[in-house]
């Protein structure tokens, strides 16, 4: 996910610190009696809880992003936030039942998967008073202590709640009383936000800028208000959930397209895009937040990069920027020019350079899409008129952060919250959850694996069942992974990433006008799909020979005497290049345990003979 929606923090905040009042008199240990002087400093906290609508408007700067904002408030839950960058645009709000997004390319998004709801739980008991009540089931509040912001010294004021994880940790100046920065601890990012140049509205002192650092993602904001207002009146209509939807692609032939061959290689799917009469394969990937062309495709397109923003992958995060995709087409679906990202050497990633995108939410959010695995083909229909006859298993599956969640069960006691990737090759627990239960001492296999920031330690281990929809897939591989990086992986509201691996027994709907997805068994349900048995990654030299990068400790490859670099010449007296590139060597290893290769490799200059011997490495 690329953008962060912050408009609920800071409503949080700013009712928060506007409503709270005090029921002890020690002013330096009591947190309430903290909270009240600081009340009193900013105008008082009979004018703060007259407050009941707001408008604001302001400069933000967001990663490598600049723009204007404007924000309307008003109780109960309602909200309307608007971001201007000038590349795009993206608009937040609530309508006081629930909450919603227009993304750059106009598509509309209901927020209701369950920490979104638990998140507005809270602030409808803000709203009330109800942490006001010393007797409150809901709130606790407790006093850190004096701790240092920057070279200001100050009291810290810790509220933590009974709904969800969430804790904001208020630094109060020891002076002033003047709220200095905020701290509010989620369970996947922290939100670091700094407050100063306080002017007065209507007899409120308030800050009219903030500084905000979002950890892990190495996201950067910063505002400057140029307006606010208390107490105005607001057309109801700026919170309403907008009745149309985007609807920028055309069916050219009927009102669907089926069976769209897609070619699949390693557990990820290719279809090809045509843009200006030149067909190239892209990458299937709903676990885009927007769909990415690489750069200097792109640059042979004529597209001109702009602007800059950081977004995150399984493990690391990087940099995008954003370009105007002309019209393009899938087979017979025709979509109008749209913003997507673009991104320096994505097609090197790839196992082949001649693919050069990724289709992402901006693509298959339109559509009610049918994955049919074991036929290898998509096929894609208008969400209005789609109707499932069929016998499978629907599961509401409610999007967070624009990706699919389900429930799934590992081993019958495993539970929790998985995303639905179909841009991941295998199943991956995340970071937390796999520490939690120790699975990072587990026996398995050592693996690398790729996003586009880089390469991360996984450890692949064999489980033995994995339930999803009511079907139960036996033995299935999941990655642990190694060290907590910086993306989705070290995420705690959902433990696991579902891809391709499992899905692939499958026959799978994507429905996100209901935000369901529906499960049937594949032709392949019951089948053992081939593993690697020799414990070797095999990336590509620049000049186009199979180069070991990783080597499994343990593995048959290690006891072989394979090092990291070693280049592949030949395989049983076959040069390396005859085998269909580096896939064709790769399927090698996907052969029966016991087969042997003789491989003859070059090593700092040298040549040498290994015999290589395939194993079963989950026995």
Request: hydrophobic share 40%; with cysteine.
């Amino acid at each position: 996910m690329i953008f962060i929606k912050r408009v609920i923090t800071r409503i949080i905040l700013v009712f928060l610190l506007f409503a709270l009042t005090c029921h002890a008199a020690e002013i330096l240990t009591d947190p309430h009696g903290i909270l009240l002087k600081h009340y009193e400093v900013i105008g008082g906290l009979g004018k703060l809880k007259k407050i009941k609508s707001g408008y604001i408007e302001g400069r933000i700067a967001f990663d490598g992003l600049n723009g204007i904002f404007r924000q309307w408030e008003e109780m109960p839950l309602k909200y309307r936030l608007e971001e201007d960058y000038g590349v795009i645009k993206q608009i937040f709000g609530d309508d006081g039942r629930q909450s919603w997004t227009v993304d750059p390319n106009g598509k509309v998004q209901i927020q209701r998967d369950e920490d979104t709801v638990k998140r507005r739980n809270v602030k409808a008991l803000l709203e009330v008073y109800d942490h006001v009540n010393a007797d409150s089931k809901n709130f606790i509040l407790t006093y850190e202590g004096e701790k240092k912001a920057g070279e200001i010294d100050c009291h810290v004021v810790k509220m933590a709640n009974i709904i969800n994880e969430d804790r904001t940790f208020f630094f109060f100046n020891k002076e002033n009383y003047y709220l200095v920065k905020a701290i509010l601890k989620q369970p996947d990012v922290e939100i670091h936000t700094l407050f100063s140049d306080y002017r007065e509205i209507d007899g409120i002192i308030h800050p009219f800028h903030e500084e905000t650092e979002i950890l892990p993602r190495e996201k950067k904001e910063t505002l400057q208000l140029v307006k606010y207002d208390f107490n105005v009146k607001i057309d109801k209509a700026l919170f309403a959930l907008p009745q149309k939807d985007v609807e920028d692609f055309v069916f050219l032939n009927g009102e669907n397209s089926e069976n769209v061959p897609f070619t699949f290689i390693e557990n990820s799917i290719y279809i090809p895009v045509t843009i200006n009469s030149e067909t190239r394969l892209w990458l299937f990937d709903n676990g885009a937040s927007m769909s990415i062309i690489d750069a200097d495709y792109g640059s042979s397109l004529g597209l001109e990069p702009e602007g800059e923003i950081k977004g995150f992958g399984i493990a690391s995060v990087f940099d995008f920027s954003f370009v105007t995709l002309p019209t393009y087409k899938v087979r017979d679906i025709q979509f109008n020019p749209q913003k997507v990202f673009s991104y320096k050497g994505l097609s090197g990633r790839f196992y082949d350079s001649d693919i050069v995108g990724i289709l992402g939410h901006d693509f298959v959010s339109r559509f009610v899409t049918k994955i049919d695995y074991a036929a290898r083909t998509l096929s894609f229909y208008h969400p209005d008129k789609f109707k499932y006859t069929g016998d499978g298993r629907i599961i509401d599956a409610p999007l967070r952060n624009k990706i699919f969640s389900v429930p799934a069960v590992v081993d019958g006691k495993y539970t929790g919250k998985w995303t639905f990737d179909l841009g991941a090759f295998d199943v991956s627990f995340h970071y937390p959850f796999a520490d939690e239960n120790n699975f990072l001492n587990l026996r398995g296999v050592d693996r690398l694996s790729a996003d586009l920031g880089g390469q991360h330690r996984e450890k692949t281990v064999q489980f033995k069942s994995i339930e999803l929809g009511g079907y139960k897939v036996s033995y299935p591989l999941i990655n642990i992974p190694l060290d907590k990086g910086k993306g989705s992986n070290i995420s705690r509201e959902i433990i696991g990433n579902i891809g391709n691996s499992l899905l692939r027994h499958f026959t799978v709907y994507l429905d996100y006008e209901r935000q369901q997805v529906i499960l049937e068994k594949g032709k392949d349900f019951e089948r053992k799909f081939p593993a690697d048995k020799s414990g070797l990654l095999i990336g590509m030299t620049d000049d186009g020979f199979p180069e070991i990068v990783f080597v499994a400790p343990g593995a048959p490859a290690d006891k072989s005497g394979f090092l990291n670099g070693d280049i592949i010449l030949r395989i049983n007296g076959t040069d390396a290049g005859s085998f269909g590139g580096i896939i064709g060597v790769r399927n090698l290893f996907l052969e029966e345990a016991g087969k042997e290769y003789n491989i003859e490799v070059i090593r700092a200059g040298s040549k040498h003979d290994l015999k290589l011997i395939l194993e079963d490495l989950f026995k």
